[in-house]
T-cell receptor, first 111, second 118 residues
């Protein structure tokens, strides 16, 4: 079983819709959760971090964490073609522990 | 967010030569940096973890004598690809752990370096 799992996609959504990206993790002791966006040919860029159960909103992005279900998601409201990218989920057990990345979900926003 | 700079952005070298890639944390001290390789349309692959003042920890299957990593200061790690061959052509990305954020777990990436070996 992979430590951090994501559906590779592609996930296609129409412009203006809500894109929902999901990630599950295996380590129940995980404490820090991150979402990165990677455009084709570019390096990953941190867009959200979340540490406690519930929702965290930042502009059009909302991260959701459910530690009991070992599940973290990223919602993108009013999706734009410029949101088309691969989204990486990353999980850490806290302290200076290893940060494990998922393989990413490719999002396509159709104009 | 924190800034991690990588240089060069792209490099072309002849087969059999060595090439060095630098990774710098510009506004924080990074005791830990990471080196990844990514082939087109594939996932990030962690190559090694670079710890300041000590030997790097390599992932299984990564040749430590071919991919030399030096982390001589808290703001600089280097990756040297020795005796490069065309199959080493890839996108190499560094990242650094920012100890000030996220309980010391927030990772920021450099811009990446495209290596083409001809």
């Amino acid at each position: 079983q992979k430590e951090v799992e994501q559906n590779s996609g592609p996930l296609s959504v129409p412009e203006g819709a809500i894109a929902s990206l999901n990630c599950t993790y295996s380590d129940r002791g995980s404490q820090s959760f991150f979402w990165y966006r990677q455009y084709s040919g570019k390096s990953p860029e941190l867009i959200m971090s979340i540490y406690s159960n519930g929702d965290k909103e930042d502009g059009r992005f909302t991260a959701q964490l459910n530690k009991a279900s070992q599940y973290v998601s990223l919602l993108i409201r009013d999706s734009q073609p410029s949101d088309s990218a691969t989204y990486l989920c990353a999980v850490s057990s806290g302290g200076y522990q290893k940060v494990t990345f998922g393989t990413g979900t490719k999002l396509q926003v159709i104009p | 967010g924190a800034v991690v700079s990588q240089h060069p952005s792209w490099v072309i070298c002849k087969s059999g030569t060595s090439v060095k890639i630098e990774c710098r944390s510009l506004d924080f001290q990074a005791t830990t940096m990471f080196w990844y390789r990514q082939f087109p349309k594939q996932s990030l692959m962690l190559m090694a973890t670079s710890n300041e003042g000590s030997k790097a920890t390599y992932e299984q299957g990564v040749e430590k004598d071919k991919f030399l990593i030096n982390h001589a200061s808290l703001t600089l790690s280097t990756l040297t690809v020795t005796s490069a061959h065309p199959e080493d052509s890839s996108f190499y990305i560094c990242s650094a752990r920012d100890p000030r954020q996220g309980g010391g777990n927030t990772i920021y990436f450099g811009e990446g370096s495209w290596l083409t070996v001809v």
